[in-house]
């Protein structure tokens, strides 16, 4: 089993990117009862933290792990104890946004196994699952995202869904293009400045991928403005407190070329910096620090 580093970077330093975890758990609460003082421990921050594992590629068996912060304990698999059935096959992201949460479960080629598991945060019992699938294909959603009560999804067939977080239904989708032939391999995406920002793989299964491009999208009515050139094959993205955007291009999947950060202005949509690192993989941000996985 591969162990993944971290790397940690100051944003205002400019070696980028975020904190994986970072919760606070805020002691106090004290009661009194007649003559003796009774301090009593209460958490009041983070109660509790869900962890995705992936799972094996076809093999259905993905899981969400849940630690109670206070008892300090750890229940495996426990979305299939909660909802008595396994998640699906290769859960990809999971995300919370309100009171709830979001799994995208990808699923495989040539298959109908691809859907969102939405869950109530508090307990992990499932909602909705919304399909995104043919009769007999799925459209492969990796990644999600949350602007004004919508969800995005971005999808290995190039289109990105939108989801009403209200009545949780599919209210429109957006197929991206490369010419006349579909866009593909969409990854990561992050929301700046009411811009939605979708980085497009160089994954070898779309050769019409936008394969060295992040695609700009108008939240407002939900149409492409523009391409962003940011070198060969952008997979991650995540927005700092400032509303910079850091993309993660993995380089070449076979020739092992370093890959770089690069940092967008979100006002502008220019990009501002660019730097070859070594293993970079997952990022994520907080306020002016982030975490990078190597």
């Known amino acids: 089993m591969n162990t993944k580093n971290y790397l940690k970077f100051n944003l205002n330093a400019l070696n980028a990117l975020f904190a994986l975890a970072a919760f606070t758990v805020l002691l106090g609460a004290c009661k009194k009862d007649k003559q003796e003082r009774i301090l009593e421990r209460e958490v009041v921050g983070t109660k509790g933290i869900y962890v995705l594992s992936e799972g094996d590629w076809n093999q259905a068996n993905p899981t969400i792990t849940y630690y109670d912060v206070e008892k300090k304990t750890t229940v ?16 990809n992201d999971l995300q919370v946004y309100g009171s709830k949460m979001y799994c995208v479960v990808t699923g495989t080629d040539g298959k109908p196994q691809s859907f969102i598991d939405v869950m109530d945060v508090n307990t992990g019992k499932s909602i909705k699952r919304i399909a995104f699938n043919t009769a007999n294909d799925g459209f492969l959603p990796r990644y999600i995202t ?11 067939d190039g289109a990105i869904s939108r989801i009403d977080t209200a009545s949780l239904n599919v209210d429109a989708e957006l197929q991206l293009k490369n010419g006349a032939n579909n866009a593909g391999g969409l990854e990561g995406l992050a929301v700046a400045n009411g811009k939605l920002y979708v980085t497009n793989s160089a994954h070898p299964s779309y050769p019409t991928s936008l394969k060295t491009k992040v695609t700009v999208i108008d939240l407002t009515t939900f ?7 940011v070198g060969n094959n952008p997979v991650r993205i995540a927005t ?6 850091y993309v993660i291009t993995w380089n070449d999947w076979v020739a092992f070329n370093d890959p770089t950060l690069v940092r967008i202005n979100s006002t502008t949509d220019a990009v501002t910096q660019t730097e070859t690192k070594t293993d970079l993989g997952a990022i994520n941000i907080v306020g002016t620090q982030a975490w990078v996985t190597k």
């Open 76 to 91: 495996k698999d426990y979305y299939k104890q909660v909802n008595g059935t396994a998640l699906g096959e290769t859960a």
């Open 223 to 229: 149409t492409k403005s523009k391409d962003i050139e």
């Open 146 to 156: 949350f602007y004004k009560n919508k969800a995005y999804v971005s999808r290995y």
């Open 240 to 245: 700092a407190a400032n509303g910079d955007l």
